[in-house]
């Protein structure tokens, strides 16, 4: 059975996997979603939407991950974190390609690490998730996946639509690829190669040393009832479970597993000539000195005296990007969102993209709309409904058509029907709330606005001829209700006439 476990949790592992890759890449609803109750139990989302909304499945879903973390260890960060999987898939082909990392022992990095933690607790306490948004390894992966991987699969997927349409067979589609700034584009490649780089020379470095979710669970995994354990007795010091174990936490000249790094790969098991190293419940604890601790601790305390970086500008400006259905507020949005990425990738008209510097840095990779690009669609929330932290709080397609995210902008001087007394009338076919209207003046119509209509959708701005743009959205720091459309408003009267002169017909 010991040397079952680490099948187990390849098995689980890909499986988890490819979840989250069809989550953040298909572009089927349907299985969108069968993929999302993985996704659900991802620590950081769950534990910011407790916070936010106290939602009973996130609630459970953190109940879950440390339950199983004080049973088992840190079962978690093995098959059940994509990015800690991820580490694993390139340390595999690393291996086959040569490059074996030196593993264990490696330094525990404690004042590093659990430093980290504290700050990334400190500056989310203080109103800012800048640190998470860098670091959170569900954030991280799901940026990973949104500027590398997605286009990769969108590409695949073309390639195979145009193939399969010569034998005139039109069971897949074309995607258009999703449009990622090249600043982000850039950094998002610098962490992917920085991660990689640091899989392949030092393990899992990344989730013993700089992951705030890894340093959490070790600090539960090192009690745990079932760990790791290396027999002194049975050990002949070969240190090949040494060179095998990613997490650098094994050390053979001293007999001991620090199980509070130990992300249970059980590649050590496998290897061991003497089975001297086990899964079990029976271990000599390793008490770690009251004075080391103490030591640790303010260290810790020293770096969490750096100042958080909080957005104190509460006045809308025209230059504020304008935020996706449901984030009801800037703070709000700004306070729960993590920059994951998962509503990017499932916008199906990619008005949903990532940012960079738009918000400050309290806001860093966090996303916005971006409507010289496209426009959100009046009868789609599928933004609403992905989001794992509460940072887009679900809404229902009536509440959506009716949240005002921001509010139309015209200028006349820029308008070609304004300025050239020539027909265009772009803005004024796509508003889907007449927000936007003709007024007719000597054959010629001439858009007209009226914010109280106006959904802030970008229906207008994104078929809009001209450069600059002559009618944009300016965003609402708070999402407010909108008026109904006019329409809809007389069908209701009309409605409510008919339903009167039945009851009432003389």
């Known amino acids: 059975m010991q040397k079952s476990l680490k099948k187990i949790r390849i098995i689980v592992s890909l499986l988890v996997f490819i979840s989250f890759l069809i989550a953040f890449c298909s572009s089927s609803e349907f299985v969108r979603k069968v993929a999302g109750i993985v996704t659900a139990f991802q620590f950081t989302p769950a534990l910011l939407k407790i916070l936010s909304t106290l939602a009973i499945g996130s609630l459970v879903a953190v109940v879950v991950i440390l339950a199983v973390t004080l049973l088992m260890g840190r079962a978690y960060c093995a098959s059940f974190c994509p990015l800690g999987i991820l580490q694993d898939v390139v340390i595999y082909i690393g291996e086959k390609l040569g490059m074996k990392p030196k593993q264990s022992p490696q330094n525990s990095l404690k004042a590093v690490r659990f430093s980290i933690l504290g700050l990334t607790v400190l500056t989310v306490i203080l109103g800012t998730n800048l640190v998470l948004n860098l670091i959170d390894p569900y954030s991280l992966f799901g940026r990973i996946t949104a500027g590398i991987f997605r286009p990769i699969t969108t590409l695949i997927n073309n390639g195979l639509t145009a193939i399969l349409q010569n034998f005139n067979i039109y069971s897949v589609s074309y995607i258009n690829i999703p449009v990622v700034p090249s600043a982000l584009f850039v950094i998002t490649i610098a962490l992917f190669l920085f991660l990689v780089i640091l899989s392949l020379f030092k393990g899992r470095k990344y989730c013993n040393s700089i992951c705030p979710v890894g340093s959490l669970l070790s600090l539960i995994s090192k009690r745990s009832v079932f760990r790791v354990n290396l027999d002194e007795d049975a050990c002949i010091d070969c240190k090949i479970c040494e060179d095998q174990c990613r997490a650098g936490c094994i050390d053979v000249e001293n007999h001991s597993i620090d199980n509070g790094r130990c992300t249970l790969c059980f590649d050590c098991i496998g290897v061991c000539p003497q089975s001297a ?25 020293a770096l969490l005296s750096l100042p958080a970086v909080a957005s104190s500008e509460t006045k809308t400006k025209k230059s504020d990007p304008v935020l996706p259905p449901g984030a009801k507020s800037y703070q709000s949005f700004l306070d729960k969102c993590t920059g994951c990425h998962l509503c990017v990738n499932a916008c199906p008209s990619n008005v949903i993209v990532p940012a960079l510097m738009d918000f400050g840095l309290e806001g860093l990779f966090q996303p916005k709309m971006d409507y010289d690009q496209s426009y959100c669609a ?21 509440e959506k058509q009716l949240t005002q995210l921001g509010t139309v902008n015209l200028n006349k001087d820029q308008c070609v029907v304004y300025r050239n007394d020539t027909d265009c009338g772009a803005c004024i076919e796509h ?52 008026e109904p459309p006019y329409q809809e408003e007389e069908q209701k009267s009309e409605t409510d006439e008919q339903e009167s002169s039945q009851d009432f017909p003389f």
């Open 277 to 301: 190293i086990s899964y079990t419940s029976q271990s000599k604890s390793e008490q770690e000195p009251e004075k080391e601790r103490r030591s640790f601790f303010a260290k810790s305390v």
């Open 378 to 398: 009046f009868d789609c929330k599928i933004c609403t409904e992905v989001c794992p932290t509460g940072a887009l709080t679900e809404l229902t397609l009536e």
């Open 431 to 482: 508003c889907p709330t007449h927000a936007v209207d003709a007024q007719e003046k000597n054959g010629i119509l001439y858009p007209v606005t009226d914010q109280s209509y106006c959904i802030g959708c970008g229906a207008c701005q994104y078929p809009c001829p001209t450069l600059p743009k002559a009618i944009t959205v300016v965003a609402n720091r708070t999402h407010i209700k909108a």
